[in-house]
């Protein structure tokens, strides 16, 4: 299984591939531009929601390292 930070990483490279691509979709009206808008703020959401996660986690640790030991 994928780590948070591994997961992130494809998150981050999917939306730069999105960035690239969806302009020319739009321009060859294969995709409207709110639609390109909405996909791009959804992944971004993702990438936010698995920092939040990650971010938990560590603090988790953090204040928990007896468990941990």
């Known amino acids: 299984m994928a780590t948070?930070?591994?997961q992130?990483?494809?998150v981050r490279r999917e939306i730069a591939?999105?960035?690239r691509l969806y302009?020319?979709?739009v321009a060859d009206k294969k995709l409207s531009q709110k639609e390109a808008d909405y996909q791009i703020e959804v992944m971004?959401?993702?990438l936010s929601t698995l920092q939040a996660v990650?971010?938990?986690e560590r603090g988790f640790i953090t204040k928990n390292k007896k468990l941990f030991e």
């Open 23 to 25: 302009p020319r979709w």
């Open 54 to 56: 990650l971010d938990f």
């Open 8 to 10: 992130m990483q494809i």
């Open 44 to 46: 971004e959401c993702v």
């Open 17 to 19: 591939y999105r960035r």
């Open 4 to 6: 948070l930070t591994e």
